[in-house]
């Protein structure tokens, strides 16, 4: 058995089925192991950034553990980027790391990383984006290098990478070598300090939920607690769909934490006795607006990492069993006696400029989105200022999931994303990106095609990276702007270039209207490209109130989105 069966072997045997990459010299004996097993599918993307986030939505689409393989050189380099994303929202991925033959470290091998001789260091590189790294030096070594590598990607929460040189995955491993499990198991500590400030509480509860309540799929723990406490709950922009909608059945919703979400967040925060964090670290771009806040209220904490702001911190790597747990502790005799329902609050949104443009306003466009797609979608979405549109306005889909990766804020990351959530789910995927992240990564929507995957992608586009040019005029008195493209009709140039593919240009809400029912409709994947205007200012809270410098706004620091 050569080290690459014994790869997709073990792969196979803990539930993985699908593997993300782009296939290249030395990571090409992996494909070769791929083909000869019925369980795994080798996906081809056409970039290795985009091959990272497919394993990233993989992961996040509740298929358990995504899979991306790379080669050596640029092609791995290309990866380091979506590792990032990874590392940052704590997703766990691995990564395969073709590497040229060991024989030849440090003496001038193509695309050499072994660091030896004054080559790059692979090693250090990739350490830096994953929470686990390790160059495999002999064939034997991957009976254990492979499953640490997938417990530490599980249990701390993030990418792991293997740096495979191609005559180690050519060597031979002992057939019996399959080396088990390395999983020490969750760690979870006892969540009765929360329990007794709860407890002691007089007064409302407000509730923010993070990703981790997603990727623990802990929901229905949540609803229990929030309804034991008759908290109100708002979630992180990452997080949409982890707790209710205002308006659709939920009074107890809040909205949208931080820079592109509800101003009522804070007034609710500042109201409460107590404020618990459940799975969230609170980011700048989550806590935005929220500091003062919560720098004025008691702040309980239940998650994976302690949090930004200040609190009471308590560990737990399974949400499900801390929150069940937390549960039976303020239940019965145990319940809290003095927490009050809070008074309803306003549903409040960000007040945007008027705009008359051409082209499509994003509230509207959002609106027309939100009657039309169904409540068992999912929603993936890009960075830049339809990104802010869709966080703010579009509410997450009943039983869907709402998808947005802050953790980089990679332009582009959708695409790849998107696919990889397609094949985790095998369920009607919508896609909303600017065509600045299109020219980035737009061309997986072929990969889409290819597989015949269930993705409608709604490409806005301004003509520009907008988000940049909102900036050039609050902050640099739109005196000039490198940021705006020439004249461009997306759907049609991707209808001319993928023979088959339903893909449409359209200008107006109608429009909008009439495409997406029919890309709804449609088996496989369609593309609805919506004309709109650079010039429309997003629901972005740092561009939305006197122009502040880079120093006194926390948000004016997000780069290129």
């Not at 072997?9 to 782009?22: D, K, N």
């Not at 950034?49 to 092609?75: I, K, P, Q, W």
């Not at 830049?384 to 980089?408: C, E, Y």
Request: charged letters at 20%; glycine letters at 12%; a negative charge.
């Amino acid at each position: 058995m050569r080290v690459v069966d014994h790869i997709v072997e073990y792969l196979a045997a803990i539930g993985v089925g699908h593997i993300f990459g782009v296939d290249g010299a030395n990571i090409e004996d992996l494909y070769d192991a791929a083909v000869f097993r019925a369980d795994i599918t080798a996906v081809l993307a056409k970039h290795e950034f985009s091959a990272a986030t497919m394993a990233d939505g993989y992961s996040r689409g509740g298929a358990g553990f995504g899979v991306l393989a790379a080669t050596s050189g640029g092609g791995c380099l290309n990866t380091v980027p979506g590792l990032g994303e990874a590392l940052a929202s704590r997703v766990p991925v691995l990564a395969l790391i073709g590497q040229p033959p060991t024989a030849l470290d440090g003496r001038g091998a193509f695309q050499d990383t072994s660091g030896r001789n004054g080559a790059l260091d692979a090693t250090a590189l990739f350490a830096s984006v994953s929470v686990f790294c390790r160059r495999v030096t002999t064939p034997v070594d991957i009976v254990s290098a492979l499953p640490a590598a997938v417990a530490a990607a599980r249990e701390l929460r993030g990418p792991a990478v293997l740096l495979l040189p191609k005559d180690v995955q050519q060597g031979a491993v002992p057939v019996n070598g399959f080396g088990g499990d390395a999983s020490t198991g969750a760690r979870s500590a006892d969540p009765h300090p929360i329990a007794r400030a709860l407890r002691s509480a007089a007064g409302p509860v407000t509730i923010i939920a993070g990703e981790q309540v997603a990727r623990d799929d802990a929901r229905r723990e949540l609803e229990c607690l929030r309804a034991l406490l008759r908290a109100r709950v708002a979630t992180v922009p990452d997080a949409k769909d982890v707790a209710g909608t205002p308006g659709r059945g939920s009074s107890s919703a809040l909205g949208v934490t931080g820079v592109m979400g509800h101003p009522g967040v804070a007034a609710a925060v500042a109201d409460s006795a107590v404020c618990l964090l459940v799975g969230t670290r609170m980011s700048v771009t989550a806590r935005a607006g929220l500091d003062d806040a919560l720098a004025a209220v008691p702040v309980l904490s239940l998650g994976c990492a302690p949090p930004y702001p200040r609190c009471t911190h308590v560990h737990s790597d399974d949400l499900r069993v801390s929150l069940t747990t937390l549960i039976a502790a303020l239940s019965g005799e145990g319940r809290p006696a003095r927490l009050r329902v809070p008074e309803a609050l306003p549903r409040t949104e960000l007040p945007t400029p008027p705009h008359s443009g051409v082209g499509v306003r994003y509230r509207d466009a959002m609106v027309a989105l939100d009657e039309l797609l169904p409540g068992s979608v999912d929603v993936v979405v890009d960075a830049g200022n339809i990104g802010a549109a869709a966080i703010h306005h579009l509410p997450a889909r009943r039983d869907g999931r709402f998808v947005v990766a802050l953790g980089m804020g990679g332009m582009g990351y959708s695409f790849g994303a998107a696919i990889g959530m397609a094949f985790a789910r095998c369920n009607r995927t919508v896609v909303i990106a600017g065509d600045g992240s299109f020219y980035m990564h737009g061309m997986e929507i072929h990969t889409a095609w290819q597989y015949r995957l269930p993705i409608t992608f709604c490409l806005f586009d301004n003509h520009a990276h907008a988000m940049c040019v909102t900036r050039e005029q609050v902050f640099y008195g739109d005196r000039y702007s490198y940021n705006r493209f020439g004249a461009s009709h997306l759907g049609a140039g991707l209808r001319a270039m993928f023979p088959g593919l339903p893909a449409t240009d359209v200008d107006d809400v109608d429009g909008l209207r009439a495409a997406l029912s029919a890309a709804l409709d449609t088996d496989g994947p369609a593309v609805i490209s919506v004309d709109c205007s650079a010039d429309e200012i997003p629901p972005f809270a740092a561009f939305l109130g006197t122009p502040f410098t880079a120093k006194e706004h926390p948000g004016h620091d997000t780069a290129r989105a």
